[in-house]
């Protein structure tokens, strides 16, 4: 029956609040109304039952709530410990139809705010479904459920799962505890669950790195379409959504003014430039760090500064890390850094800032100003041959992606093109598998115009029709596609 929807959340309570922003959001996200629309009565995803795991925000339900008008079981968890949005994922489990006594929607497995055991225990809820079968599909963000399942099934066959090794992250002993603690319940649980998947479809950068690892490794159980790597994904979402969410999550957790300080931005990529564009739109003077010579060049195309940041660390008043690296950020760097220097990571991983050497500079506290904004204090202390006194430094997030963890992410319009994406990802690895074998795929080009189609209307922009002539003149057809697939936009 309903009330057996398996679901945690915060508090049902808040479903109301969500369901309203949700209402809102669907206003601002013509792409995925128009593949509903496109697909109303067909239902190309019946029969997918689809575990996804991506930040639980109020646009992810417009587009958990999409998946299912076109047919899918679905079952969430977010992809951060901080991202959820407790009154959006409390909507997606009353859904439009149900009470908060008698909760009609998706089973949703998050909320702001997990320890990171809570997190994996999260990830596994959306592999184990009731009726015993697994998903066959994932939809992932950073490739975190892919990992679980990865691993889980490799450990299985091997009949071990490794122990913790002196030095390994934290996390890591999380993922290994929770795939030895789940073997003992069902020593068959992931190799089930692998043979079931068809295939992923992964958001975001760092992801697909992932996925191309493992593909290369060739480890890789199942094909992939990186959504990523979509125009209407990373040149759009990284870069715009960012552009919005950076300043977003600093005003929030701080408001700070930005204008007339030095912000450093490390990495030039999407997420880089979107970073630098907002931080120059307030009035700083943004430095750049790269290790690519064409971003690097580029950087200063922009009219940055490009410098080393154990040169301008000391300036910074704020140091933001958008490069899907580890260690940009290292303790000696914060112990360089001015006093209330602000520090966040945007990038999609909590290793880009090194917050375990952090807390272990002697002498450093560390005192909780709200929820995801700490501030940590640095005894008097030499750096350098320099006498530095007491001083302290504001970290966002905990060194996790702070506009998800400060802020609400990126805007709906943006979310709309990545989601819609993912959707018409969804669509083709479910109904066409023939044409995504093992590997990592993208999206055929005449699907990225089409979802810049579906938002141009609701922007007003009115696009230029080629002639016939001026079509074969170019060598293309009048519908497109109309850049080759070197292009670069
Ligand atoms: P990208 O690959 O386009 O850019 C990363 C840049 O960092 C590259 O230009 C690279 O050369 C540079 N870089 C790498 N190591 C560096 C180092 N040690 N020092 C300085 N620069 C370095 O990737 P993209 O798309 O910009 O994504 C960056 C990260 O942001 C990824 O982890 C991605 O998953 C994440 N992301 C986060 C979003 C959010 O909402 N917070 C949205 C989209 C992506």
Redesign the pocket.
Known sequence: TSTSLQHRVRDLSLAPAGRHQIRLAEHEMPGLTALRRRYEGQAPLAGARIAGSLHMTVQTAVLIETLVELGAEVRWASCNIFSTQDEAAAAVVVGRDGTREDPQGVPVFAWKGETLEEYWWCTTQIMLWPDGQGPNMILDDGGDATLLVHKGREWEQRGAVPTAEEGDPEEWRVILETVRSGLVEDPQRWTRVADGIRGVTEE???GVHRLYQLHEAGQLLFPAINVNDSVTK?KF??VY??RH?LLDGINRATDVLIGGKVAVV???????KGCAEALRGQGARVIV????PI?ALQATMEGYQVARLDEVVGQADFVVT????RD?VTADHVRAMKDKAVVGN???FDNEIDMAGVAQIPGVERTEIKPQVHEWTLPAEEVDGEQRPERSVIVLSEGR?L??GNAT??PSFVMSTSFANQVLAQVELFTRPDDYPLGVHTLPKALDEEVARFHLESVGADLTELTKEQASYLGVDVAGPYKPDHYRY
């Open positions: 975001t950068t760092t990373s979402d990284n959504g960012i969410s490390c990495g030039f990529g999407d997420v880089g760090t790269e290790i690519d971003c958008a490069t899907g690296c940009v945007i990038g999609h992606l506009n998800l992410g990126h």
